[in-house]
């Protein structure tokens, strides 16, 4: 719509200048004549003549003012993109975005009576037509994975969207692993330690893994060991990887005796 608007200015410019270039050509030909004698049927056709291009500039101007408006204010609009939940609750994911980034990058923090104030129409995310559109993630549901109802588009048109997250459940592996032993005489400072995978599996969230099978290994000397969290009985909602913890056993602290009190050996005569 733009590009038509403006090859319509560029016309009707290119129009304006030859009409306005041919009044002055008129008059200056009309002044050359001084002193000669003008007929009745000469001075009516000059006065046709430049009557229509007068009309005819006048139509031009009014329509390239128009146009110059609208042009104006077809780009400097602006369409917004609202963001709906699985509930239907209207969400924002632009506005939540800058915060974050306020706060991470700037540490501009904001209490929550200037949340409160800042309205719906101001947390929406706002495009002009044409520019890029920053794909925003559904909000995380755990054993679930979110898409939009409809693909973002590249570029913003010149509407109003809205998307709605949609979620399907999600299949999640779950990885059970030797963490670093730090006794292992093969992993040497500086080198890649290669974890020992004790379990690995693929499945849909909430279905049963079964990992009676899978047993700590022993503890080395001078150290405990345990799992970095609970072995679950069912697929958790995320990729989940389960390391062996290793940790130092404090060395007891020898009892220190005290010292034989020095005991003074009397002078003779005292």
Do not use: C
């Not at 204010?73 to 963001?83: A, D, E, L, P, Q």
């Not at 400072?189 to 693929?202: D, S, W």
Request: net charge negative; proline share 5%.
């Amino acid at each position: 719509m733009t590009i038509f608007i403006n090859i319509l200015l560029i016309l009707i410019s290119l129009v304006l200048i030859v009409v306005v270039l041919m009044q002055e050509g008129n008059k200056q030909g009309l002044g050359a004549i001084g002193g000669a004698a003008e007929t009745f049927l000469g001075k009516t056709k000059s006065k046709g003549v430049e009557g229509k291009l007068l009309l005819i500039t006048k139509i031009t101007a009014t329509v390239f003012v128009v146009l110059a408006i609208a042009t104006t204010w077809i780009s400097s609009r602006t369409y917004t993109i609202k963001y709906f939940d699985e509930n239907g609750e209207e969400i924002f994911p632009a506005f939540e975005n800058s915060l974050y980034v306020n706060q991470l990058r700037y540490g501009v923090t904001y209490t929550e009576e200037e949340l409160a104030a800042i309205t719906p129409e101001e947390k929406r995310a706002s495009y002009s037509a044409g520019s890029d559109v920053y794909a925003y993630s559904t909000p995380v549901k755990e054993g679930y994975v979110g898409v939009w109802n409809a693909e973002h588009p590249e570029k913003m048109p010149r509407k109003d969207l809205e998307f709605t997250a949609v979620y399907e459940i999600g299949q999640f592996t779950l990885t059970v692993q030797d963490g670093h032993n730090p006794v292992d005489e093969h992993a040497t400072a500086g080198e890649a330690h290669e974890h020992e995978v004790f379990f690995t599996a693929t499945a849909t969230y909430g279905e049963p893994v079964d990992l009676s099978a899978v047993q700590l290994p022993e503890a080395p000397e001078g150290y405990t060991v345990e799992w970095s969290q609970e072995l679950p009985t069912t697929m958790p909602g995320f990729d989940t990887v389960i390391e062996v913890v290793y940790t130092e056993i404090a060395a007891e602290a020898t009892p220190v005796e005290p010292e034989a009190a020095e005991t003074a050996t009397p002078a003779e005569g005292e």
